[in-house]
């Protein structure tokens, strides 16, 4: 019954971000005419050939009938063509994601778990100097956007001391194979994955050391520590238990904000995932495009606190518990 309303709820918000992915495209300014072929192309093409054009795109359409052919697409499992790349939005996506995915995956995985184990560790020792100067330079870090900590770290590593790339996500026309090819990406993916990392962690930081440090003085800690468990044992299997639901809460929410930071800091990097892909669709109003690139992200974040609800009654039976009492309630 909890999954079955969950599912049901989360196709609803799957809908609503459907048309907000729909509409706000066609809000922009400017005609994807002109984004595409220029103010030259009105000199020189026949009128014919521009009603032809906008009837071919579907732009002498009215927003209804868009709306409707759109979600007679998704049905389909069609996300339609690109105006500007001239081919299935599906075939151009598929070009770009894997980076995105390398890049957000690398990321959302590092910022997790070092964000966990560092609120761990601090809330263990509230109060202690390690306590004071990890929270000051998280701190520090994480009130600067993602793309202010890129572009330090561009101005630093890629320019005064050259240890990495400028940008990009593989040498061009390197002619590199194998393990060199793994190593080269790895350069490439340094810096971008460094500058979210550090800007994305001081959330789940936070998180954990605040449920650490307030959990100190539970009974379960006092039992655990009367019996003669290992302070680390202590630390990472009892204290670490309960601080784990809250934490993977902060995963599911993390998402969401960490693919707005991920689409700033592929520009600043000039790294070709779904941010280099976005920014291409906007400046030439590729309403299929756009709605692609949106649905997708929508789709993603959707299906991740999804399963992080369904996790919950894992990481922490109480909840199943409370879930059942509600359901009986009713």
């Known amino acids: 019954m909890r999954v079955s309303k969950l599912l049901a709820d989360y196709l609803i918000a799957l809908f609503i971000l459907c048309s907000l992915g729909f509409v706000l495209p066609r809000l922009l300014p400017g005609d994807p005419f002109l984004a595409i072929y220029g103010e030259e192309a009105l000199l020189q093409m026949t009128p014919e050939l ?104 561009l101005l630093s590593f890629a320019v005064s001391w050259p240890l990495f790339p400028l940008g990009g996500a593989v040498t061009v026309y390197g002619g590199l194979s194998g393990l060199a090819w793994g190593l080269d990406v790895l350069r490439h993916l340094m ?28 009974p379960f800690l006092r039992t655990a520590r009367s019996k003669g468990c290992d302070e680390s044992a202590i630390r990472y299997r009892h204290l670490g238990r309960s601080v784990l639901l809250p934490a993977a809460t902060s995963t599911g929410l993390h998402l969401s904000h960490l693919f707005a930071g991920i689409l700033m800091i592929e520009v600043v990097f000039g790294y070709p995932g779904m941010g280099t892909l976005l920014q291409r669709a906007l400046a030439a109003r590729d309403y299929p495009l756009l709605q692609g690139i949106l649905l997708l992200s929508s789709v ?31």
Do not use: H
């Open 50 to 153: 521009k009603a032809e054009i906008y009837r071919r795109f579907a732009l002498d359409q009215s927003w209804a009938e868009q709306f409707s052919a759109y979600i007679g697409s998704l049905l389909q499992a069609d996300l339609g063509w690109s105006y500007f790349f001239n081919a299935p939005v599906v075939k151009v996506m598929v070009g770009f994601l894997p980076w995105t995915i390398l890049l957000a995956g690398a990321s959302l995985l590092l910022s997790s778990v070092g964000g966990f184990v560092l609120g761990l560790e601090s809330g263990s020792r509230k109060g202690s100097r390690w306590d004071k100067g990890l929270f000051a330079g998280l701190m520090l870090i994480g009130g600067v956007p993602d793309f202010f900590v890129g572009a330090l770290l």
């Open 300 to 330: 993603t974040v959707l299906v991740v606190n999804f399963l992080a609800e369904l996790l919950y009654p894992i990481l922490d039976p109480r909840v199943k518990t409370v879930c059942i009492s509600n359901t009986e309630k009713g």
């Open 191 to 218: 810096l971008p994955l460094a500058s979210l990392v550090l800007a994305r962690m001081t959330t789940m930081y936070l998180l954990c050391r605040n449920s650490a440090a307030g959990l100190l003085r539970a």
